[in-house]
Nanobody, 125 residues
Framework: QVQLVESGGGSVQAGGSLRLSCAAT????????LAWFRQAPGKEREGLAA????????YYSDSVKGRFTIAQDNAKNTIYLLMSSLKPEDTGVYYC??????????????????WGQGTQVTVSS
């Protein structure tokens, strides 16, 4: 059974930092593309960062490049989203998503059949 469990959301002031976690089942984690998406109020879901767990290749959207880091802990079957220099426009529900193998369209939501429940991030000015 595929399971993704996110944690670590919360409220922070602009300029602050947060760390999100996504724990996956071992079968899901191995040789998979794991990604973070954001659903901001009134906006379409946006892909932010992705990692191919077998190779460690990481990718970022332009909106978060240089501020967010996607990291992996293979021993814990967990990925993280380390967010710094947060802005009010980073507010939204953050989702972890998984696809077996390499997701060629890494920021396309329909590439990912498995999703976590989401965690709220609120950045105040």
């Amino acid at each position: 059974q595929v399971q993704l469990v996110e944690s670590g959301g919360g409220s922070v002031q602009a300029g602050g930092s947060l760390r999100l976690s996504c724990a996956a089942t071992a079968h899901t984690y191995r040789r998979a593309t794991l990604a973070w998406f954001r659903q901001a109020p009134g906006k379409e879901r946006e892909g932010l960062a992705a990692v191919y767990t077998a190779g460690g290749n990481t990718y970022y959207s332009d909106s978060v490049k240089g501020r967010f880091t996607i990291a992996q802990d293979n021993a814990k079957n967990t990925i993280y989203l380390l967010m710094s220099s947060l802005k009010p426009e980073d507010t939204g529900v953050y989702y972890c998503a998984a696809a077996y193998g390499w997701a060629a369209r890494r920021f396309a939501g329909d590439e990912y059949p498995y999703w976590g429940q989401g965690t709220q991030v609120t950045v105040s000015s």
